[in-house]
């Protein structure tokens, strides 16, 4: 069983930048890989970006590529999501999911199987 926490999130003007962590509460990622989806308002959860914890790797969506990094940091045990060029598009409750998924299934919730309480994120003017 692996506890995620999450913290960063609040309430910021489009283009400003935030910086999201997560962290496995009393533990580390291991083999794990760890990704951040989000829900938007009304809207279904979606994926966001992903990194395997041992490896290299990572993974954008479309909507963010260029804009969000992950990475991790291994003194502290998290995985960091630095949030670039916000948009209003961006407000969401962001989730922190763990699990080993295949390449082919990075980006699908379905192969992680811890998830933190979510961060929300507003970007507005």
């Known amino acids: 069983q692996k506890y995620l926490v999450e913290s960063g999130g609040g309430l910021v003007q489009p283009g400003d930048s935030l910086r999201l962590s997560c962290s496995a509460s009393g533990s580390t990622f291991g083999s794990y890989a760890v990704a951040w989806f989000r829900q938007p308002p009304g809207k279904e959860r979606e994926f966001v970006a992903s990194i395997r914890w041992t490896g290299g790797g990572t993974w954008y969506a479309t909507a963010v590529k260029g804009r969000f990094s992950i990475s991790k940091d291994r003194t502290i045990s998290a995985v960091i999501l630095q949030m670039n060029s916000l948009k209003s598009e961006d407000t969401a409750v962001y989730y922190c999911?763990?699990?080993?998924?295949?390449?082919?299934?990075?980006?699908?919730?379905?192969?992680?199987?811890?998830w933190g309480q979510g961060t929300q994120v507003t970007v507005s003017s």
């Open positions: 999911a763990v699990g080993r998924p295949i390449v082919s299934t990075m980006q699908n919730a379905e192969a992680y199987y811890y």
